[in-house]
């Protein structure tokens, strides 16, 4: 008689936290159908500290408060701040669960007026709300304050299409104006804007995960037989868990968001949760690819607990691609290409580790040390199948384990050796650990970058900026087809700017107004406005290639694009200058004209060429 697995206790947490998923009915996405579950199940909400609660309730203690727009994308947790708002000052429970769309509170002597959603008024609804609010933000009404809810697309929509009065025109263009400037408030208007999106998604992510794994719903978990005996969950939440053995995972993770946010790409506050939520439960063979404790001994009895690896799940891995690819997150994330770009290093430790005596040590650190979602016999198997050239079959499923093991040591490989073992070559962005930690984190933390990384960005822009295959790194050359500065081809040498600063010129590279993200800076001694040049991980990654080799318009043509567009703003600012330093020139009178030459080296230098006009 087969031996039957053991049963698996129950858990209405696990249960809970799977619905924080990407499953068909994302219930958890909505703030008021997590408190409804929360009451029935009589269960510890998922608290994390948030970046704006404790500001937002000093200004509606403060004397002289002000009205609030909360703004950013879906998921962002709009709606959470204006219930916390609501039940902090008094508020009822039972009140805002009701299909209100708009919540009046006494505030002392004044009225809290709260719209839950902005967007889900009536035109005729907006018509009226909206003049009233103008007269609040201009002071006109210091009875009434706001707290308002509202997607940033629909909140300038709503403003444009309702607007009236001189006044409030006013307003539309004071929020426009904060919006666009990234702005949190505006003399002579009593508003203050947040915008959501601005929240870092890395930090965020920290203390969700926090939140997640150190939640009092695990402790049904000690109950459970399978908690020691091969639980993909418990395993994941172990390998999550912030010890010194465990920390890498988090770390490069968190680096992955990071990343992420500096590439101009946001992550709401839902999506992150749905990260966690995933990475913890996902299986592919599960319903709803996310498990629950009932199908925990099948897996561990059909021993596939290798396919609820999380360094799998994080990319989505156990999801149709169709969900996979609708999911913004995962989306995201599987655009550093992590599992399908390789390494000569880490595949041949993988593949040929186990028979070559001068990687087996490697081998064994790196593969057959982690038994779980390393080295199982499966994978021993599918190894020595596609070693000895077996089915075609076989070929194509141990490919699919490499990939998964290229995930895995890409979340598991120590800090102190991500050099050596060009760890982020499994990435598209070969340059992004530098761009995160010799470019970025230097800039935060007050010090300049070092000399080659500089000198290679300006390298590259020359090779953009003239076409040609110059290795000048010490100046910024700026040249011309004559008369057309976009040329693909530019060799008439028209001025350069030394990276050092000399006569009120340079090239740097600094943080913008917010101290957060890198910007390439040309500096011009014309007295005009520095011409800034905003550095994306992508921009990064383009100037670095192009530095090192590739041509400029073959690796990106939008970034190509982005840089020429850039080359064009220096050269209005040059014009400007030499328009205040010159005087124009009798006809009659030589034009000096110099062409760029290209020595052996690769160093370029103007050569003039004398032009006569004669009347």
């Given amino acids: 008689m087969t031996p039957q697995p053991l049963p698996c206790s129950q858990s209405d947490w696990i249960g809970f936290l799977r619905h924080y998923g990407p499953i ?12 409804r579950t929360l009451r029935r199940k009589k269960m510890a909400p998922i608290a994390f500290e948030t970046e ?55 505030l002392g002597e004044r009225q809290l007026v709260v719209v839950k959603d902005l967007s889900e008024l009536t035109l005729e609804e907006k018509r009226s709300l909206l003049p009233k609010i103008a007269t609040a933000i201009t002071g006109e009404d210091t009875a009434t304050l706001y707290l308002i809810a509202a997607n940033d697309g629909q909140l300038v929509e709503a403003w444009a299409e309702t607007a009236q009065t001189e006044k409030f025109e006013a307003v539309r263009q004071a929020i ?16 203050k804007l947040y915008n959501l999106s ?11 995960l926090d939140a997640v794994l150190n939640h009092p719903g695990w402790r049904t978990c000690d109950q459970c037989a399978y908690q020691n005996q091969g639980c993909p969950i418990w395993q994941n939440k172990q390998r999550l868990e912030g010890t010194e053995a465990n920390r890498t995972t988090r770390a490069r993770l968190t680096d992955l968001l990071e990343l992420c946010e500096l590439n101009q790409t946001h992550l709401p506050v839902r999506q992150l949760l749905l990260l966690v939520a995933n990475t913890l439960l996902g299986h592919p063979e599960a319903k709803d690819k996310l498990l629950n404790c009932r199908q925990i001994p099948g897996v561990v009895y059909a021993k596939t607990t290798s396919l609820a ?42 593949i040929f580790g186990a028979d070559d005596p001068e990687i087996q040590p490697l081998y064994e650190e790196l593969v057959l040390a982690d038994s779980f979602y390393g080295a199982d016999l499966n994978y021993q198997a599918q190894q020595r199948s596609y070693l000895e050239g077996d089915a075609a079959k076989g070929r194509e499923e141990f490919l699919g384990v490499l990939q998964a093991q290229r995930q895995r040591l890409f979340f598991t490989i120590a800090g102190d050796r991500t050099k050596d073992m060009k760890l982020w070559d499994l990435t598209v962005f070969h340059y992004a650990g530098e761009y995160l930690n010799d470019l970025c984190r230097v800039l935060q933390a007050g010090k300049k970058i070092s000399k080659p990384i500089a000198s290679r960005l300006v390298r590259g822009l020359n090779r953009i900026f003239t076409g040609l295959l110059v290795s000048n790194q010490d100046e910024l050359i700026l040249a011309t087809s ?34 957060k993200r890198p910007s390439l800076v040309v500096h011009l001694a014309s007295g005009g406005e520095p011409i800034s040049f905003n550095l994306t991980l992508t921009r990064y990654e383009y100037l670095s290639r192009v530095a090192e080799g590739v041509l400029p318009s073959s690796f990106s043509q939008e970034c190509y694009e982005d840089v020429l567009a850039f080359k064009t703003q220096v050269f209005k600012q040059l014009a400007i200058r030499q328009s205040l330093e010159t005087e124009n020139e009798d006809a009659e009178e030589a034009m000096n004209i110099r062409l760029l030459e290209v020595s052996n080296a690769g160093i370029a230098s103007g050569r003039s060429l004398e032009v006569y006009f004669c009347a």
Wanted: with cysteine; glycine share 8%; net charge negative.
């Fill in 52 to 106: 704006y609660l404790n500001e937002l309730l000093d200004n509606f203690r403060s004397i002289s408060p002000k009205s609030v727009i909360l703004t950013g994308t879906a998921g962002d947790g709009k709606t959470y701040y204006c219930r916390e708002i609501w039940e902090y000052f008094g508020g009822s429970v039972e009140d805002w669960q009701q299909d209100i769309k708009i919540h009046q509170l006494a």
């Fill in 309 to 350: 690896s999380l360094y799998r799940n994080i990319f989505g891995e156990n999801l149709p691609e169709r969900r996979r690819e609708s999911t913004e997150v995962f989306k995201v994330l599987r655009g550093f290409g992590i599992g399908a770009e390789t390494s000569n290093q880490i595949d041949n430790i993988l």
């Fill in 176 to 191: 426009e104006d904060l919006l666009v400037g990234d702005l949190r408030e505006k003399d002579g208007f009593q508003m």
């Fill in 24 to 35: 068909p009915r994302n219930d958890n996405m909505y703030d008021e159908v997590i408190q």
């Fill in 482 to 515: 004559g008369s057309y500065s976009q040329a693909r081809i530019s060799r008439v040498y028209e001025e350069s700017i030394s990276v050092a600063r000399k006569r009120g010129e340079s090239v740097s590279v600094e943080l913008d107004k917010n101290g």
């Fill in 198 to 208: 601005r929240q870092s998604a890395a930090v965020l992510f920290t203390r969700i």
